[in-house]
């Protein structure tokens, strides 16, 4: 802990006499003491403007004995506090960020804004966004004090990242009475599925930036400083030059800071499971062709919609081991996916609540039902695309020939054992996918024969084969193909995936 010293008086007057608040008084004291930034700003006031007394006190606010004579306690004349510095004044560096803002009452205006939008956390991070343009007046003082002989004592054992940086002395000052009106641990340094923001602008001083286009840019056009682009010019500009362009002391501000609007963000909730399609007439996305929609409802719209209310999401991003066709089936064990609930405002529910959950996304729709409902981790939804291509699906196909059949011309289809097909992207993917042959595999094919001209094929594939292609040849586009094996020309009249072999998510038991 770093208290005011009898030799930080000169550094003291000189802030004070630029017009510097008391919290910037301390951070550049390097007062790295959380407590002292919490006091109010009359106690601060009061602390830097003590004089002798019986008991020193620190920054903090804790009594400190000292056997040192009272001359060697740290004193500021009344006169310099009060001619360079009052509680209106607008502190030049921090432009009323550490003096409007670190009070309970805004605390509270913060606080009422996270309970408006009805999260429900635990923890919280708190962050905060500062004009580019206070980087620039936190190097003006730190210029002027390089002149200051009292001051390079002290910054000879005292690295620049000692200097509090207001961002922190903000944080140290308002983050307790935030999460204790919200009754949530305020967290630093570790990470939190929730944060809250804090967003300042100043207008006015905008243009103090500008000096970088000839001190650091030169002629690189640079119309949108940000504060780390600032940082990175600040970094390569000398202290010498700095003080040519930019007045150090900076000036003095007519207007305070400007807090906008606190916003929240949760982190996303992944949520997997398993779903079976029952339709042939709904798509598994939404359908739309030239901007127009073709057909009402979808798979992911029917999944997200339970999850999105209950979760409270802003939004969502559905994913799945691969697609089904509008006019197929996915039957089975169904076909894993995965949902992200954006910016969920309720993240936890408990095993019986997912439960509740996964029965009133099936009552919604017979055309669909969904399985081993689970919340997951973002890290663990990657295992449903690993390795995606060297997993094998199983299919069940109604095939129709022109040829005239009997059972007995179907047997050599199932001695036929990982086949090696090459398909060009199909005629009717060739819009959204690009132009490439793909090879795959035909593990193995079995038949059921129905009449002369209609028998039932199951096929086990490499993932990612297009079986419709496989069996009718795609005018030549997939070779070889069944129309080549059976000599004669054939279509596929229905399709249904009957196997999805992802062991992804895990099983829940009934």
Same mark, same amino acid.
């Given at each position: 802990?770093?208290?005011?010293?009898?030799?930080?008086?000169?550094?003291?007057?000189?802030?004070?006499?630029?017009?510097?608040?008391?919290?910037?008084?301390?951070?550049?004291?390097?007062?790295?003491?959380?407590?002292?930034?919490?006091?109010?700003?009359?106690?601060?006031?009061?602390?830097?403007?003590?004089?002798?007394?019986?008991?020193?006190?620190?920054?903090?606010?804790?009594?400190?004995?000292?056997?040192?004579? /009272?001359?060697?306690? #740290?004193?500021?004349?009344?006169?310099?506090?009060?001619?360079?510095?009052?509680?209106?004044?607008?502190?030049?560096?921090?432009?009323?960020?550490?003096?409007?803002?670190?009070?309970?009452?805004?605390?509270?205006? %913060?606080?009422?804004?996270?309970?408006?939008?009805?999260?429900?956390?635990?923890?919280?991070?708190?962050?905060?966004?500062?004009?580019?343009?206070?980087?620039?007046?936190?190097?003006?003082?730190?210029?002027?004090?390089?002149?200051?002989?009292?001051?390079?004592?002290?910054?000879?054992?005292?690295?620049?990242?000692?200097?509090?940086?207001?961002?922190?002395?903000?944080?140290?000052?308002?983050?307790?009475?935030?999460?204790?009106?919200?009754?949530?641990?305020?967290?630093?340094? %570790?990470?939190?599925?929730?944060?809250?923001?804090?967003?300042?602008?100043?207008?006015?001083?905008?243009?103090?930036?500008?000096?970088?286009?000839?001190?650091?840019?030169?002629?690189?056009?640079?119309?949108?400083?940000?504060?780390?682009?600032?940082?990175?010019?600040?970094?390569?500009?000398?202290?010498?030059?700095?003080?040519?362009?930019?007045?150090?002391?900076?000036?003095?501000?007519?207007?305070?800071?400007?807090?906008?609007?606190?916003?929240?963000?949760?982190?996303?909730?992944?949520?997997?499971?398993?779903?079976?399609?029952?339709?042939?007439?709904?798509?598994?996305?939404?359908?739309?062709?030239?901007?127009?929609?073709? #057909?009402?409802?979808?798979?992911?719209?029917?999944?997200?919609?339970?999850?999105?209310?209950?979760?409270?999401?802003?939004?969502?991003?559905?994913?799945?081991?691969?697609?089904?066709?509008?006019?197929?089936?996915?039957?089975?064990?169904?076909?894993?996916?995965?949902?992200?609930?954006?910016?969920?405002?309720?993240?936890?529910?408990?095993?019986?609540? +997912?439960?509740?959950?996964?029965?009133?996304?099936?009552?919604?729709?017979?055309?669909?039902?969904?399985?081993?409902?689970?919340?997951?981790?973002?890290?663990?939804?990657?295992?449903?695309?690993?390795?995606?291509?060297?997993?094998?699906?199983?299919?069940?196909?109604?095939?129709?020939?022109?040829?005239?059949?009997?059972?007995?011309?179907?047997?050599?289809?199932?001695? +036929?054992?990982?086949?090696?097909?090459?398909?060009?992207?199909?005629?009717?993917?060739?819009?959204?996918?690009?132009?490439?042959?793909?090879?795959?595999?035909?593990?193995?094919?079995?038949?059921?024969?129905?009449?002369?001209?209609?028998?039932?094929?199951?096929?086990?594939?490499?993932?990612?084969?297009?079986?419709?292609?496989?069996?009718?040849?795609?005018?030549?586009?997939?070779? /070889?193909?069944?129309?080549?094996? #059976?000599?004669?020309?054939?279509?596929?009249?229905?399709?249904?995936?009957?196997?999805?072999?992802?062991?992804?998510?895990?099983?829940?038991?009934?």
């Amino acid at each position: 802990m770093l208290s005011l010293k009898e030799k930080d008086r000169p550094i003291v007057r000189k802030l004070l006499c630029a017009g510097c608040c008391v919290r910037c008084v301390l951070r550049f004291c390097c007062v790295g003491t959380s407590s002292a930034y919490r006091r109010s700003y009359q106690e601060l006031l009061a602390f830097i403007s003590e004089e002798n007394s019986p008991q020193s006190h620190d920054a903090s606010g804790e009594e400190k004995s000292s056997d040192a004579p /009272p001359n060697k306690r #740290m004193r500021i004349d009344e006169d310099s506090v009060t001619a360079a510095q009052t509680d209106s004044d607008i502190c030049p560096v921090c432009l009323g960020v550490l003096q409007d803002f670190c009070d309970p009452g805004f605390a509270e205006q %913060v606080s009422d804004a996270v309970k408006k939008q009805q999260y429900e956390f635990d923890s919280l991070v708190l962050t905060v966004s500062l004009p580019a343009q206070l980087s620039v007046r936190e190097v003006s003082p730190a210029a002027s004090l390089l002149n200051d002989s009292q001051y390079l004592e002290k910054s000879m054992c005292l690295g620049k990242d000692d200097v509090i940086q207001v961002k922190d002395a903000f944080k140290w000052a308002v983050q307790g009475k935030i999460g204790q009106e919200l009754g949530a641990a305020v967290v630093a340094n %570790v990470s939190s599925p929730c944060e809250v923001s804090i967003s300042f602008i100043h207008p006015e001083t905008e243009e103090d930036c500008h000096f970088l286009y000839v001190a650091v840019f030169l002629s690189v056009s640079q119309s949108v400083f940000t504060r780390m682009a600032v940082v990175k010019a600040l970094e390569k500009i000398s202290e010498e030059k700095f003080s040519r362009h930019y007045p150090c002391p900076p000036k003095k501000a007519n207007t305070r800071c400007t807090a906008l609007d606190t916003t929240c963000l949760h982190t996303s909730v992944f949520i997997a499971g398993r779903y079976n399609k029952f339709s042939r007439e709904l798509p598994q996305t939404p359908w739309v062709i030239d901007g127009e929609r073709r #057909m009402d409802g979808s798979v992911e719209e029917l999944i997200a919609a339970p999850l999105l209310s209950s979760f409270r999401a802003d939004g969502f991003n559905f994913s799945s081991s691969g697609r089904e066709d509008v006019d197929v089936r996915t039957l089975g064990n169904g076909r894993p996916f995965a949902v992200e609930l954006l910016n969920p405002h309720r993240a936890k529910f408990n095993r019986a609540e +997912i439960k509740q959950l996964q029965e009133t996304i099936n009552q919604s729709s017979d055309k669909i039902r969904v399985r081993d409902l689970q919340i997951v981790t973002r890290d663990a939804t990657s295992r449903m695309k690993e390795g995606e291509e060297e997993k094998t699906k199983t299919y069940s196909a109604l095939i129709w020939t022109q040829k005239a059949i009997e059972s007995p011309d179907l047997e050599f289809l199932a001695n +036929i054992k990982d086949l090696r097909i090459a398909q060009k992207t199909p005629l009717r993917v060739l819009h959204r996918r690009p132009l490439a042959v793909r090879q795959r595999l035909v593990h193995s094919m079995t038949t059921i024969y129905l009449d002369k001209h209609h028998f039932t094929l199951k096929l086990c594939t490499q993932a990612g084969t297009y079986i419709k292609e496989f069996v009718h040849g795609d005018f030549g586009r997939t070779k /070889p193909n069944l129309c080549d094996l #059976m000599k004669t020309d054939a279509d596929i009249l229905e399709l249904d995936v009957e196997s999805v072999d992802i062991d992804w998510p895990p099983a829940i038991p009934d």
